[in-house]
């Protein structure tokens, strides 16, 4: 009798996906197309909660930059700062403003927070995780449509004229928002790690504030005009509140050279947090 053949043994190696480029931005296309359908639960569930556990609810997308701009309004009156002329009412100036710092921030916390939040379901179940990035930018998409009500009120309050560029603006403003995802894109992987980062983060957002042109028209002389100019955060912000009212862009050179540049850091971000996942996952889940 014919002895029996040796059982079949499969061994499994680890490969770094890298390798094959080709194969790996085929699969992150699919995935970022197939997580769409989760995207929007999480999104609807995040916004539902984020609004549902508040008594004001709703009025916490306007009240931070109300309080700012009123602050601010009677430092100017008052003689206390020196905030210089603005090509708008100062108080559409920084209401405008502080919305669209205020979303570029949502957009950098974005990343970090979705995939600290997810812990416990990124151990336990597979997913495409680009679902937790796009749920968190629809999520900044919603949060600024509501400041938009505040920002169309105040445009007819004080009669802001606006162009036919307006049209554009929301292009400025992905722009803006894609920049602060792929900061954060690039902050996740070792914010799953280390809560530092986060704290880190938290603190490095106020001093960043001051650096930009929110509250203060841009400057154009001195190193202090030199820094501000050089934030990536200034072409984009500052092209989008100029397309959004006069509709002449100051500084196009730098708007193309930021827009290009946050392009490229968002698909290198995009790699770098899809091949570090699932080595921080298994690490979390050990």
Partial sequence: ??????????????????RHPLRLFRQMGQDLLGSRELAWRLMVRDISAQYRQSLLGLLWAFIPPIITALGLVVAKNSGVVNIGATDLPYPVYVVF???LWQ????????????????KPMLAKVNFPREALILAKLGEV???FAIKLVLILGLFLWFRVAVTWAVVLAPVALIHLVLLGTAIGLFLAPLGLLYGDVSRGLTLAVAPWLLLTPVIYPVPSQGW????????????LLVTTRELATHGVVSNPTSFLIASGLTLVA?????LLYRLAMPFLIERISA
């Fill in 1 to 18: 009798m014919p002895a029996p053949p040796p059982p079949v043994v499969n061994i499994y190696q680890p490969e770094s996906e890298i």
């Fill in 97 to 99: 403003s502080m919305a």
């Fill in 103 to 118: 979303t570029f921030v949502e957009a950098l916390n974005g990343p970090l927070a979705a995939v600290t939040q997810a």
């Fill in 141 to 143: 998409g919603v949060n």
């Fill in 224 to 235: 202090f005009g030199a820094v501000v100019n050089l934030n990536p955060v200034t072409p």
């Fill in 266 to 270: 968002l698909g290198l971000a995009w």
